[in-house]
């Protein structure tokens, strides 16, 4: 787990990377060769409402597995799964200013735009994003 350092919700199924402060983390942004840290996972158990961890709430990452997210396009079994920062979404387009490619991640089921999609992840040393900006 990690803490999130940042004032905004980091929602379930999302790629996170460190924050400046210690041990914790912030959701991926669309800069080039961020270390990936792994998903969010999602949790049930939380001290509030919402899909989502909130400022200083541990954050389950997943670093080895398979974890549901959520789609913005048709994907099919091992395509490379790349992650929408501007919709917080999950994709195999193309990569852009705003669609980052995930070292380690592709889709393990083929899925369709806005169901929950299934991603196999395992995290490589280093795990640096790469986009199209």
């Not at 996170?16 to 914790?24: I, L, N």
């Not at 996972?41 to 549901?68: F, K, M, N, R, W």
């Amino acid at each position: 787990t990690r803490t999130n350092s940042g004032t905004a919700v980091i929602g379930f199924g999302v790629p996170v990377m460190a924050s400046a402060v210690e041990h914790s983390c912030v959701e991926l942004d669309a800069t080039n060769g961020r270390n990936v840290l792994g998903i969010t996972e999602a949790s049930l158990v939380l001290p509030h409402t919402g899909d989502g961890y909130e400022q200083y709430d541990s954050v389950g990452v997943c670093e080895v597995g398979v974890i549901g997210v959520l789609l913005s396009s048709n994907v099919t079994v091992g395509q490379p799964a790349r992650y929408n920062t501007a919709n917080k979404t999950w994709t195999s387009g193309a990569q852009s200013a705003t669609i980052v490619s995930i070292p380690g991640a592709q889709f393990d089921a083929a899925g369709a735009s806005g169901d929950v999609g299934i991603v196999r992840y395992r995290r490589p040393v280093p795990s640096l994003s790469v986009s199209g900006a």
